[in-house]
C-alpha cells in the first residue's frame, strides 16, 4: 500500500514538471530556458527535478513524449467500423481538427519542437520521432481509402499513399497558417477542405 502511494505521488509529481517544463519551453524556447526555470515554475528544487531527469534535453524529449502521448490517434475503430469511407475520412479529420485545435496553449511548443529538429542536440531523435508520428498519421488514412476503393465508394485509380500524405500536408499548412493569422478559423477552413475532398475521391461525387 505504501508502495503504491509513493508510485502515485512520484507520478504526480512528473506530471507537474512535465506541465510546468511545457510552458517553459513554450514561453522562453528550448535555447534560453534553463532547469531552474522549470524547477521554479514547478515549485521545488532543482535538486529535485534532477531526481526525475538527468538534463534539459532528456526533459525536453519527455515533454515531447508527453504532449504526443495526449494527442494519439490510431486507425482503431476508423477503418473497420461498418460505416462509409467517406464517413470515416470525415470524422478522422474531424477529431484530429478538434484535437489540433484543442492543442491551441500548445502549438507554440510544437513549432519550438520543430525548429528544435533543425540545431539541437536532439535533432536527430525529433527527426524520427516526427518522421514517426507522420508516418502513423498517413497509415490510418491510407487504410481508410484502401478499404474505400474495395467497396467501390472511392475512385479506383486513386493513389492511397499520395493522398494520404496530401491530407496531412494540408491540416499541417492550415493550422501553420491560423498560427500567423490567428484571426482566420481552421476549424471552417478544414470544414470546407474536408467536403471538397470527399467528393473529389467519391466514386459518386454527390455522395459526402
Known amino acids: ?16 514538471i512535465l506541465e510546468s517544463a511545457a510552458l517553459v519551453f ?14 521554479q515554475k514547478a515549485d521545488m528544487g532543482k535538486s529535485t527535478l534532477y531526481e526525475y531527469f538527468t538534463s534539459k534535453s ?8 508527453w504532449l504526443k502521448t495526449r494527442y494519439q490517434v490510431t486507425a482503431d475503430g476508423f477503418a473497420l467500423n461498418g460505416k462509409s469511407a467517406q464517413e470515416n475520412l470525415s470524422n478522422l479529420i474531424q477529431g484530429w481538427v478538434a484535437s489540433l485545435v484543442d492543442m491551441d496553449v ?33 497509415e490510418v488514412i491510407l ?13 479506383e485509380d486513386l493513389d492511397p499513399e499520395a493522398v494520404s500524405a496530401g491530407v496531412i ?9 491560423a498560427w500567423f493569422k490567428p484571426e482566420m478559423d481552421p476549424t471552417k477552413i478544414s470544414n470546407h477542405y474536408i467536403t471538397t475532398l470527399i467528393q473529389g475521391l467519391s466514386a459518386d461525387p454527390h455522395r459526402s
Not at 500536408?169 to 493550422?175: H, N, P, V, Y
Request: glycine share 6%.
Open 169 to 177: 500536408g494540408a491540416l499541417d499548412g492550415i493550422f501553420l497558417q
Open 143 to 155: 487504410k481508410v481509402i484502401e478499404i474505400g476503393m474495395k467497396r467501390g465508394e472511392l475512385k
Open 1 to 16: 500500500m505504501q508502495e503504491t502511494q509513493t508510485e502515485n505521488t512520484r507520478d504526480k509529481k512528473r506530471e507537474q
Open 26 to 39: 513554450s514561453q522562453k524556447g528550448y535555447r534560453l530556458t534553463r532547469m531552474n526555470d522549470i524547477a
Open 58 to 65: 532528456d526533459l525536453f524529449m519527455a515533454v515531447f513524449g
Open 106 to 138: 500548445h502549438y507554440q511548443l510544437i513549432m519550438e519542437f520543430w525548429a528544435a529538429t533543425a540545431s539541437s542536440e536532439v535533432k536527430d531523435q525529433l527527426k524520427q520521432a516526427f518522421a514517426d508520428i507522420y508516418q502513423t498519421y498517413r
